[in-house]
């Protein structure tokens, strides 16, 4: 392996990164600098994208997974001519900067999806080249490949040792990701030093038995070279790619070059006089020489590449003017025009036949009905398509061999919850995915991560109480409600039967910034009844959906399932003589957004209240205050059947009742 | 290969198994009976165990990783003459059973962990069997091995596919875990049915990767072959074993074994039925021949096993009676003697030195000071030892070729938490991890399962808010406090300073049946001045740190990185004439512990209240209640210096008197 000079263009990558970090006297210097050659060789030779247009649809797409390398990228974008200005650079890691400290989705054009939470910007982008398989199934037509490109990753050790990347990378090769291809940063340092000591896995080896295309050894500062080994990797037909790319970690860094310390810290002003006098690089900070604008530049190659496209896609809209009008309104990510009507017919339906039915089965009837309207809902499971009622009658397994818009995702929450994140952020799709509400703790950061990138992915998860019943504790969510809904724009639903259901998915449809975790019932819930008002009224989050009779004198706030037995409390209640209204409360988080007014409406001042809810109750002191009582439990649960588990732990009719008079 | 017959031995587990998940209309019949062969294999002739003195220091430890299967652990617990009686049998899955749904610690003698959440089984037995490797090489001595015991797990598909696999199977491989024997329990079937559609690894391949020693190829029906199997994988030195063994799954049901159909569902009678006449086997349901229990008893082997153990101790008690002694201590999980008042005169010298530091860097002072006292203490980082200030001056790391009290976990945050619960489980160490507070979202079912299993587990995490500053929102907490303080029985604590972060440990270590997580300073915090009763209010979890002057007007409550800016709003309201308290509430925890009396000292009804923290402020309700005002952020943060985003998100001591005053 011959260590070839790094070029004019490549010290200038480096460089500006070191300037930069030095600059916002924050950052990682080491990776950007470890990387320049390899980020050279993709972006000259290989990725296919038009700044100047950042999202046309089918360009390449390109994660930086280890992306507190985050100058790397801002030095690519900027050379090759986005809208990333030198000013922007020099803004590093500021207040509202395009140029934020871990790259950003919608802050920075060309930053294709937010990374820095190691090991998920691989499933991300595994989530993008499974969203291409399928859009190129349903679209291209032969002679017309309008779907057509690469996914690539550039991912470091850290992404390696996480998990979630075992995940991702393992469902990778079993669909056969073809034009999925990763670089790996092989520099064999992390925080805590010589990655030696904590991680010593035959990578290669580990991805070859996950069914990937495998080409080892490449010099990761020889741009040729790794040029070759991507040329390499477009020929396969059945198999994602792993690069790996031996690299030198801050590499031109005369002292901490090749060592942690040029991980996470400054190099200071001067080892990087030394490294410019080692490097032979006379530019002073922030002071690129054309020839690097020149080289780099992918303005005119890009508007090339989108014209080209724009020439095939009128051809293919020619022939084939249905399918391209669906493209282009799926990619455009708006909802078919009659879409709202046809769900609030659905809606109108569902509440008129009062079927009592789990919530799951509410929600699978919602899917169903979606799947008809939407072809761009793609749903997932982790190993509980049948006990999450996830398929639906017509669905179809993604496969090695074929698209489809069911994926079969394994036990791999964590890894479907990213790759979700990955599917929407490709656009083209709406993806939704099943599991228990307990094991989102798995998957919680990747749902987390679509709440910061506002981006539309469904979870529908089930068995969300105490009533999952035998499985026991490990398996009954308690706290995971609550902190769930702290997650900033997620909107957490817990329909309470199959009208409520349907409309939790009616919203999550049709917010576009905002994810949707519905929390569903295994058991068996009612049918309970409404007026059309209070059918209307349920998207705002909650609403009365049983009105005291006689003086209000209490407000009794119910979600999912136990809705029933706030309102047998309710009766008990009425039977004293005491008038407590029923408010249904299936999502806080649209709730919180109503009026005041509206809020004031529905809980009214000086009016004490009661939440009934199989969980942990610190959440809804938000909603009964210090003077309310809460139904729930704060402990964990038990392995026994449901029934008895409710009367265990106190949440029936007579504890409603009885809180209530509590507060008085 | 040739699949053997299954014995009179294995049909009776098979058969109770099937029995007792029918008798409970609840269960997984399947696994049992697909892994009757593997459980008599490992149980007769390898197991070192004492069913009559179920925790006995040296025996051989066993996870059922696949915990669904819990049916098998609980036939082999009852046949090998543990105390779980026929009558336990019948009662599995009710309600206080000691049969629940999944094995349960603490539940049913001769369970050593808590499994159900898949893939944690297998990460919690890496984490036994580091501890068996730390003891032995603390402990044993030439010619005396009193700490030598192996590691025993059965996993399925399930474990295989989930990401925390692939993080302690990795480190397992690293440090050379010899004494870890896995049986992998192929039989190709998950909840969706046959895994090739969604699991396509080549698992031996895998685990060479991490270099483990694979033995392939195993039928998991063949008792002896499966004996032979782990006889071989005892033989090695240097690497953990994983035994593959094809089964089919719910094995000997005519229809629906080797399906799916038998994983999660009932078999009903008439399956059981013709299952019974096609393995020929005749008794009733709960009926088992006299021969079963003959053949499997291990209460006079173990007995022996025992006494061969407590002969060798007795003779190393005499050779090495420190070591002996301070053996017992621990595996006793006793303190020493002078512990208490050690940690108390720590925490006085601390309050007294007044240093301001980042309160990271206290948790690493209290570390220092609890391990030259305790050599039980074992720390690990998730590649952030120098960030977290994890590691200490006499830190060992633990390698392949020894022992030590310090484990660098690598970027596995997730598989370090189950790693650690492991390790407090086995006994004789007091585990603790480092790492940054949003990623406990990683590890946060792990943190769970710690909580849940009462393990004395410790998360010493840092970067606990925005101040964590340029990296951005990816890497600033904001819902992880709040929620983090649901997870029942865990000690969340948010110190304000060198003293209270003493305190924190103080609590962390007495605490034996409460892990605890530590949310600390990546910045300088100063000193608070306290009293010394105040100082010895701490670990009453909120008490008043600086009392109102004048009139009390209002409490402010504060914690953390926040108090700083408490006590300056509570001064600018001071200067208004407006008396505010300002309440130090580092774990909510052990206040809500505290009689009525002292809380409502503390914080006295009537008197309006707001909070200061820079997290998510839904869970203050809890404490101000509707009435009362929150200092906080409900967004996500942003990159940017620290102080600027204190200024951005109005979190400052003009923020703080605001708010006070619009309360009262």
Not at 54 to 68: E, I, T
Not at 163 to 189: Q, R
Not at 569 to 591: D, H, K, N, W, Y
Request: charged letters at 20%.
């Amino acid at each position: 392996m011959v260590d070839k000079a790094p070029t004019v263009v490549s010290n200038a990558i480096r460089f500006l990164s070191a300037d930069a970090v030095q600059n916002a006297k924050s950052g990682h210097p080491g990776m950007p600098m470890g990387m320049a050659e390899m980020g050279v060789a993709l972006w000259k030779n290989h990725l296919k994208h038009n700044p100047k247009n950042p999202k046309w649809d089918n360009r390449d797409r390109f994660v930086l997974s280890n992306g507190h390398g985050s100058m790397l990228i801002y030095s690519l974008l900027h050379f090759s001519g986005y809208d990333v200005s030198m000013e922007d650079i020099k803004d590093f890691r500021q207040l509202h900067s395009k140029t934020p400290g871990h790259p950003e989705y919608g802050v920075t054009p060309g930053i294709e999806t937010t990374t820095g939470p190691l090991g998920q910007g691989i499933a991300n982008a595994v989530g993008m080249a499974i969203a291409e398989k399928v859009l190129a199934a349903d679209y291209n037509r032969p002679g017309y490949d309008i779907v057509d490109h690469y996914t690539y990753v550039f991912m470091g050790d850290g992404c390696m040792m996480e998990g979630v990347s075992h995940e991702a990378c393992s469902l990778a090769g079993t669909l056969a990701l073809n034009k999925l291809i990763v670089l790996y940063d092989d520099n064999g340092i992390s925080i805590d030093g010589d990655v030696k000591g904590w991680f010593t896995d035959d990578t290669p080896m580990r991805f070859e038995a996950y069914g990937w295309n495998v080409i080892r050894s490449i010099d990761g500062h020889d741009i040729e070279a790794v040029e070759a080994a991507v040329a390499e990797a477009k020929k396969q037909n059945d198999k994602p790619t792993l690069i790996c790319c031996k690299t030198t970690i801050g590499k031109g860094a005369p002292t901490v070059g090749g060592t942690a310390a040029c991980h996470g810290n400054l190099l200071g002003d001067a080892e990087i006089a030394k490294a410019r006098e080692l490097m032979g690089w006379s530019y002073p900070a922030f002071d690129i020489p054309q020839q690097v604008y020149d080289e780099m530049s992918a303005v005119e190659a890009g508007a090339a590449a989108e014209a080209a496209w724009s020439e095939r896609f009128a051809a293919y809209e020619k022939a084939f003017p249905k399918e391209a009008a669906c493209y282009k309104r799926r990619m455009s990510g708006e909802l078919p025009a009659d879409f709202a009507e046809k769900m609030t017919a659905f809606i109108a339906e569902t509440a008129k036949a009062q079927q009592e039915m789990p919530v799951r089965m509410a929600s699978h009837k919602a899917i169903t009905m979606i799947a008809k309207e939407l072809p761009e809902l793609i749903g997932a499971s982790a190993d509980l398509a049948a006990s999450c009622l996830s398929y639906w009658e017509d669905s179809k397994p993604v496969t090695a061999k074929d698209g489809g818009n069911f994926i079969y995702a394994g036990i791999r929450e964590f890894g479907m919850g990213a790759i979700m994140n990955g599917i929407a952020l490709h656009g083209g799709l709406i993806p939704f995915g099943g599991g228990y509400v307990t094991f989102s703790d798995y998957q919680r950061n990747a749902i987390r991560m679509g709440a910061l990138m506002k981006q539309r992915v469904i979870y529908a998860l089930s068995h969300d109480s105490i009533a999952v019943g035998e499985d026991g504790p490990t398996h009954q969510p308690i706290e995971q409600l609550g902190s769930l809904r702290m997650i900033p724009n997620l909107d957490v639903w817990r329909p309470c039967d199959a009208t409520e259901a349907a409309v939790a998915w009616e919203c999550a449809i049709a917010h576009e910034e905002t994810p949707t975790l519905m929390s569903l019932s295994r058991q068996i819930c009612p049918a309970f009844k409404r007026s059309d008002t209070q059918v209307e009224a349920i998207k705002r989050g909650g609403y009365v959906i049983s009105e005291a009779k006689g003086e209000l004198k209490a407000v009794i706030i119910a979600t999912g399932g136990e809705m029933d037995i706030a309102l047998k409390g309710q009766a008990l209640l009425e039977a004293e003589g005491i008038g407590a209204r029923v408010v249904s409360m299936p999502s806080t988080f649209l709730f919180d957004k109503q009026d005041k007014a509206y809020k004031a409406d529905i809980l009214p001042a000086g009016i004490p209240r009661v939440s009934v809810e199989a969980a942990h109750t610190d959440y809804w002191r938000k909603y009964v205050g210090l003077e309310g009582a809460c139904v729930g439990l704060d402990s964990f649960g038990e392995s026994a059947p449901p029934a008895v588990l409710y009367d265990y732990f106190n949440i029936t009719d007579k504890a409603v009742a009885k809180a209530v008079k509590s507060v008085l």
